[in-house]
Antibody, heavy 120, light 107 residues
Framework: EVQLVESGGGLVQPGGSLRLSCAAS????????MDWVRQTPGKGLEWVAR??????????AYAASVKGRFTISRDDPKNSLYLQMSSLKTEDTAVYFC???????????WGQGTLVTVSS | DIQLTQSPSFLSASIGDRVTITCRAS??????LAWYQQKPGKAPKVLIY???TLQSGVPSRFSGSGSGTEFTLTITSLQPEDFATYYC?????????FGQGTRLEIK
């Protein structure tokens, strides 16, 4: 059974840093592109970042709103995805989901989400 | 960036109704559009991908169509469990973008 489990969310002050993790199981993690998607309370979904697989050079892409502040990475032997967030702003407050790009242009599995609150 | 505009933003319907949600892209995205259902406190669930392919395990009352810039999600014979928020998503290019959502409520 495919599972994605996020952790690392919490309360952080503006300007602070936080590292989110996503533990993957039930599939060959190294084969897939992985993404972070966030959802602000009561609002819609916003794609945050992507890391491609080894075959595609582990290249990354970011939303303009987080570029230069967030870093996505992966550790294939540990079946883990990460999001290092720095210079956090109040508008980064959201539930952060990790999601698998299952091929055929879709996110076919999602984690349960982890809440990040940026507030003083 | 490719903008996705969903309509309507809110829809009120009854059990057994047929409903259609539209998603328009600001530029052509081939057929690289997916539809998701989200219930409160849960992660989104993919229903349709590549515009018209039904995700495994999703009931056949859900269907999608379209290509280029205009897409539709149709739900025939609404069931109680279908009342949720629906999002379209384009994966033609990064940044990946979502529509603003359509909230489907029971009339």
């Amino acid at each position: 059974e495919v599972q994605l489990v996020e952790s690392g969310g919490g309360l952080v002050q503006p300007g602070g840093s936080l590292r989110l993790s996503c533990a993957a199981s039930g599939f060959t993690f190294s084969d897939y592109y992985m993404d972070w998607v966030r959802q602000t309370p009561g609002k819609g979904l916003e794609w945050v970042a992507r890391v491609r697989n080894k075959g595609n050079g582990y290249t990354t892409a970011y939303a303009a709103s987080v570029k230069g502040r967030f870093t996505i990475s992966r550790d294939d032997p540990k079946n883990s995805l990460y999001l290092q967030m720095s210079s956090l702003k109040t508008e980064d407050t959201a539930v952060y989901f990790c999601a698998r790009d299952g091929g055929s242009y879709r996110h076919d599995y999602w984690g349960q989400g982890t809440l990040v609150t940026v507030s003083s | 960036d490719i903008q996705l505009t969903q309509s309507p933003s809110f829809l009120s319907a009854s059990i057994g109704d047929r409903v259609t949600i539209t998603c328009r892209a600001s530029q052509g995205i081939n057929s690289y559009l997916a539809w998701y259902q989200q219930k409160p406190g849960k992660a989104p669930k993919v229903l349709i991908y590549t515009a018209s392919t039904l995700q495994s395990g999703v009931p056949s009352r859900f269907s999608g169509s379209g290509s280029g810039t205009e897409f539709t999600l149709t739900i025939t014979s609404l069931q109680p469990e279908d009342f949720a928020t629906y999002y379209c998503q384009q994966l033609n290019s990064v940044p990946i973008t979502f529509g603003q959502g359509t909230r489907l409520e029971i009339k």
